[in-house]
Structure formats: C-alpha cells, structure tokens
C-alpha cells in the first residue's frame, strides 16, 4: 500500500531534494518540465482568454521564464537550488499563487505516494512541508559553499605548488656531460647542476652515476636513491625503443650519450629527474646544520652545527664576522674564516640570510676544513676528557668505518663480531699507539670472576649484533674490563710467611754468607727479618 505523505515530512523533504538537485540530463529536464507545466497552470496558457484576464493579476510569469531559462543553461546542483530557493522566496503562498502551483506539481511529481487532493495538500502538508525543504535547501547551501571554497583553495595551493616546481626546475641543470655542468656550476653559484652518466645503455644492466657540481668545482658522487632508480629505470625502456628505432650501431658510445643527453633535457623525465636529483642533494645538505646569528638561548646544548656570528670589533665601530663549530661534545671552536677569502668576502657584508642563500652557505660551508682548523691541544682535551670521564671506554660496532676518530683513542676497547656481524665469533681489541689493534685473549685475565661475567653476557646476546647489545650489557662489560686486571680478595690477603731456602741452594748460600758478615750487635729477630719475604699468589 503506498505511503501517506505526511506519515514522514522530513523523508519525503529529502526525495524532494534529490529531485531539483539531480545533475543529470534526465533530471534537470524533468525539473524544466515541472516549471512550465506550472508556468501554464499559474497564466493558464491554455485559454487565450483567461490568459488575458491572469495577466492583469499574475505577475509572476516573468519570474517563471527566467528560472526555466536559467535551468536550461545551468545543470550544476547548486545553481538549481538557489534558483528554486530565490523563487520560492520571492513569491506569496495563496491557493492562486505561483509557488503554490509549482509546490503541487513538485509533490505529484514523487512516486510512490498515496494521491491527495489539491485542497488536502494546501491546507495540510504544503506549509510544514516547504518549511523543511527549504531548511535543508539553506544548510546544502551552505555546504555546496564550503566545499567549493575549500576546493577553490586547494586549487590555489596545488597551482602555488606547480608555479615552486616550475621555479625549481629553472634553478636545476641536468646533463650527461660532466665537464659541461661542472662549467656551468662555476659560472652560476645559485644553479644545482648534476650530471648522470651511464655505461652502455643497451647492456641488461646498466650503471648509472649522478654527480654534484658545486661553484667550487668539487664534485660529489651523490647515492641514487629508490625514487630516481625507479625514474631511471622507466627512462631506460624508452632509451632503448628509440635507439632500436634509430638502428643505433650497438657499442657507438657518442650516440647513446647524444640520445641521453636529448632525453636528459626534453623528455618528459625530465622534471622528474631533476625534482628526485634535488631531494638526494636535499638529504645531503641538510646534514650541514648551521645558525646565522643566534639568540644567545639558542646556542644551549648545541652539538655539530657551524655558528656564524657578528660580534664588535674591539678596534673599530663596525661588527666581525667570526664562524665557529660546535663538535659532538658541545664545545665551541673558533675556525679562521679569513682563510677562505671567497666564503668571507660573501658572508662579512650580510646581516641576514634569504632562504634560497642557505644552499650557498652550505656549500661554502662544507669546504671549510675543521679538521685542521682546531688545535691539537684541543683534541687531546677531548681524549683526556673521554678517559676521566668514562674510565675503560668501551665501543660495540658493527661496522669500524662508522666509528669518529675522536673516539679511537689509546687503550680504547672495541668489541665486534667477525666475519659476521650478527652471527661470528665475538672479538675484543684495543686501540694501541700508532692506531694499531690488538686482539685480546680475555682467558689471559687474572681475574676469573671478570671472565665467566664477560662470557655470559655475550652468550646471553648470541643472537645479537655487537651494536645492537642493551646499555645495560654493555655497562657489565665495561665493568668485566675493569676488572679484569684486578687480583681477587683472596688472593691479596694472602699470608707473610718464611721461604723454605732449602728449595733455593744459591740463594741459601748468598744469605749465609751475608749472616756471616753481620755485627754483634744485630739480634736474632733483626737477623730474621732480613731473611724474610712477603709473598703474593
């Protein structure tokens, strides 16, 4: 049986709904429809007469042909809701006016309802009816707006987003000839340059090198990442389908590398080439930290990062520029920033930085020479402060090369598994002079306790990596070193007792001899003390 109108307003409101803001062709002549069917109710077109006589007192035909009109052009549902809604609200609600004509068509118009009668529908579902459909018009409205503005500004930040890479690719250069960009790297100091080279590219496997041109002509080979290998590698598929297509005699080095480098600079890898270059240098760079003119409170606890300062000059009225480093211990270093003349003359007028002059600063930076800029006396203030600190230093690796110098110094003890670094034999050195490890045999420690505790904790972590042992295991091996060389209580305690000489005939003759030559005076117990000797197991 079909349902009763007002058994659900709100549910029929929304079918409502549905219908004038369908966007598809059906819906929106279905809507126009129902507009110039009311139009002809509302002027009743039909009667040439009547037409005549509602024109003097109906005014809203107008109103009707310009909504149609609108309907027409505009199938977007939020257009169609406001024109519904600025009609509605534009109009009276009598039995004879408009918006009651096309309210009735509208109700009609949903199937699955039970027929009411054009004076039952006036009198009781009309006014509830269009208090809610117009409710839920307004706050659709509303929503339709949001969206649509929030559209509007990811919109903006998408094309803000495309104007920085169209930005970015100017400032980046991409060739596969290596003498070319490292040219072009002197000549522009703001311009990234790479080269990417390869080997044979009609080999099954081919190698690839991207390279770093600075303005100082110092070249780095950068690691290629998973993001570039995967662009190179889609390259490399259409490398190959041109050079079969050009019938490129195989091994003709000169025309693989003008094909490379056509693709390099035209293709449609380019972009994505040099977008995926920049985020490897990007990576690389920003393992440089680096402060320009600090706040005094950012300078706490600050380790592995340059300072560049101004400070007052103490004979003239202007301000220094000084740089420093701070180390992996926090202390700060003053290097002698004079020593590099182009890095000076560049950085001594600026008060600030603009965020496109860090990547300059970085690269000056990074020719800077810290090694030999600190003193020695520095560095063994380092060593020294190490071994009070720390006593025995211990160090567990993996891997030798990731070890800082500063840490290998003399009597340092490094523990590592060999040849494997999860699964081989525990090895235990220490750092010599002349930077010379020794293996050590812990069975040769005097203290057994120090041992077995050696030895268990390693059994304990078999199954472990010397860098991955706890902070705990590692502290207990620490400790088991320390003591290593210590004698055990019982051992120190050891009783003072008489050497049995007759064990010792030589020495039993020297001391007999020695008896022989002493005065009266000397008594007995002087004379036993002479022949006594303090012992230790």
Not at 36 to 53: H, M
Request: glycine letters at 2%; one cysteine or more; aromatic letters at 8%.
């Amino acid at each position: 049986m079909p349902e009763k109108i007002e058994d659900d307003l709100k549910t029929f409101a929304d079918k409502l709904l549905t219908a004038i803001s369908d966007e598809t062709e059906e819906g929106q002549t279905r809507l126009v429809e129902i507009f110039e069917q009311a139009k002809k109710v509302y002027t009743n077109e039909d009667s040439p007469f009547w037409s005549w006589i509602f024109s003097f007192s109906r005014k809203r035909g107008n109103d009707f042909s310009q909504t149609i009109e609108t309907l027409k052009i505009f199938p977007k549902p939020t257009i169609r809701l406001q024109e519904f809604q600025k009609f509605l609200k534009a109009g009276e609600w009598k039995t004879t006016s408009a918006n009651t004509d096309l309210f009735l068509l509208l109700i009609k118009a949903v199937p699955g309802y039970e027929p009411e009668t054009d004076d039952h529908l006036y009198s009781q579902i009309i006014f509830p009816l269009k208090r809610i459909l117009l409710g839920k018009i307004k706050l659709l409205l509303q929503q339709y707006e949001v969206s649509e503005r929030q559209a509007a500004e990811r919109e903006k930040e998408l094309q803000l987003v495309r104007d920085t890479k169209n930005k970015e690719a100017e400032t980046i250069h991409l060739s596969n000839n290596v003498e070319e960009a490292r040219f072009i790297a002197i000549k522009n100091k703001d311009l990234l340059v790479f080269s990417l080279t390869a080997t044979n590219i009609t080999a099954a496997d081919v190698t690839w090198q991207l390279t770093w041109h600075d303005f100082n002509s110092k070249a780095t080979v950068l690691s290629i990442s998973e993001g570039l290998a995967k662009v190179i590698k889609n390259m490399e598929v259409d490398l190959k389908k041109v050079l079969i297509t050009k019938k490129c005699s195989e091994n003709n080095q000169a025309e693989e590398e003008k094909l490379l480098g056509e693709f390099l600079q035209k293709s449609g890898f380019t972009r994505e080439l040099r977008a995926e270059a920049k985020k490897i240098l990007d990576e690389l760079l920003n393992k440089t930290q680096v402060l320009f003119c600090p706040e005094e409170k950012a300078l706490n606890n600050l380790v592995s990062t340059y300072v560049i300062a101004k400070e007052e000059s103490p004979t003239k009225n202007s301000s220094v520029t000084k740089l420093y480093w701070y180390d992996s211990l926090g202390h700060k270093n003053l290097l002698k920033l004079e020593d590099y003349s182009d890095f000076f003359a560049w950085i001594d007028p600026k008060t600030k930085l603009a965020e496109n002059e860090i990547f300059r600063l970085k690269v000056y930076l990074r020719n800077v020479n810290i090694r030999y800029s600190i003193d020695r006396k520095r560095h063994h203030d380092v060593q020294n402060f190490l071994r009070a600190e720390h006593g025995v230093a211990l160090i567990t690796t993996d891997d030798w090369t990731k070890i800082p110098p500063y840490k290998l110094i003399k009597e340092t003890y490094i523990l590592t598994r060999e040849p494997d670094a999860k699964t081989g034999d525990w090895v235990l050195y220490q750092r010599q002079r002349g930077g010379v490890n020794a293996k050590i045999d812990i069975s040769t420690w005097v203290n057994a306790n120090a041992i077995a505790d050696f030895e268990r904790i390693l059994e304990k972590n078999k199954g472990l990596s010397a860098a991955n042992l706890s902070v705990a295991d590692r502290e207990q091996l620490r400790k088991a070193i320390k003591e290593s060389t210590v004698i055990e209580e019982a051992s120190q305690n050891a009783s003072v007792g008489k050497l049995d000489l007759s064990d010792y005939a030589a020495i039993n003759r020297l001391f007999a001899h020695k008896a022989s030559q002493l005065t009266p005076k000397q008594s007995a117990a002087e004379q036993e003390s002479q022949l006594t000797v303090t012992i230790r197991s």
